[in-house]
T-cell receptor
């Protein structure tokens, strides 16, 4: 088991472009989370999946953001019409169903820069 | 609304000393609290979890306390080493919605040789 992986690790894009990030959780982890982190801040919750079902979305997640986990394994986060304020580190985490205390295992993150 | 506060200024200590980091919260009664370590450019790594009915938890050189009356958790690293230099995040189980975490801003710890 290699842990949570994210791709790409870095992304530079121009304002107005669409970007998509991928997260591969630890195998057999049925819970998957997306967070956004800016400099000097802690991770901010964006959305949560249990298997393929998206059970919660933060108010931070505007209509330009969409996330999927079609087969209950990997997940994608898409940002449409990117804005400079979207520049941040996007973190994915997973946790196993048996862990009721929700210890989360984070990936290395995707750093997005919108020019 | 729920609020989590961690020391915003970096904590500088000398190698071998005990580092103590603070996490305070308001308007909130979490069932448990977690501490994570984050190195620059990397995702957070889980360190310790403490439940509301536990006052103290230890793991090697790490110790966490949880005072639900004061609404405070203290995170201690004894015999600190330069390799302990990182940002330490406090995270609380969210009160509403599904079981997800709310993180503090983190405190940067710098251990000098």
């Amino acid at each position: 088991d290699t842990g949570v992986s994210q791709d790409p690790r870095h992304k530079i894009t121009k304002r107005g472009q669409n970007v998509t990030f991928r997260c591969d959780p630890i195998s057999e982890h049925n819970r998957l989370y997306w967070y956004r982190q800016t400099l000097g801040q802690g991770p901010e919750f964006l959305t949560y999946f249990q298997n393929e079902a998206q059970l919660e979305k933060s108010r931070l997640l505007s209509d330009r953001f969409s996330a999927e986990r079609p087969k209950g394994s990997f997940s994608t986060l898409e940002i449409q019409r990117t804005e400079q304020g979207d520049s941040a580190m996007y973190l994915c985490a997973s946790s196993p169903r048996r862990d009721s205390q929700e210890t989360q295992y984070f990936g290395p993150g995707t750093r997005l820069l919108v020019l | 609304s729920q609020k989590i506060e961690q020391n915003s200024e970096a904590l500088n200590i000398q190698e071998g000393k005990t580092a103590t980091l603070t996490c305070n919260y308001t308007n909130y009664s979490p069932a448990y609290l977690q501490w994570y370590r984050q190195d620059p450019g990397r995702g957070p790594v889980f360190l310790l979890l403490i439940r509301e009915n536990e006052k103290e938890k230890r793991k090697e050189r790490l110790k966490v306390t949880f005072d639900t009356t004061l609404k405070q958790s203290l995170f201690h690293i004894t015999a600190s080493q330069p390799a302990d230099s990182a940002t330490y995040l406090c995270a609380l189980h969210r009160l509403s919605g599904y079981s997800t975490l709310t993180f503090g801003k983190g405190t940067m710890l710098l251990v000098s040789p």
